[in-house]
């Protein structure tokens, strides 16, 4: 079973983003913030990452940019999740390393279909 691991600081969206995961066969880890997400990273390695942008402490652009430059985590595929969601916020997540961005509400056909993309 792949692992997932969400970090996302609202309530609300982790639960529906874990739901909509947990459904499509994945085993979800969270965080709520850059520090528990990188305590998270130290002891699991997810295959997939979802990755809200407004995060208390570092920001999920950050958080991005570190885990790509990073050897033991650069091929981890990074998923955004934001309402923010204009042009310029999407062409921040790619060239941070992002491998996709999904805009707020999240619809679950999409969030299955973009996953797929990107775990073979």
Known sequence: MSTVLVVED???DMQII???LQKAGF???SAKSS???QEKLNNNKPDLIFLDVMLPGKSGYEICRELKNNP???TIPIIFCSTKNT???KMWGTM???DAYISKPIDQQELE???KQLIK
């Open 113 to 115: 279909g973009t996953i």
């Open 72 to 74: 033991t985590t650069s």
């Open 18 to 20: 874990s739901l909509y």
């Open 87 to 89: 042009d310029v916020d």
């Open 10 to 12: 609202g309530l609300t």
């Open 27 to 29: 085993s979800v880890i």
């Open 35 to 37: 520090e528990e997400a």
């Open 96 to 98: 941070l390393g992002a």
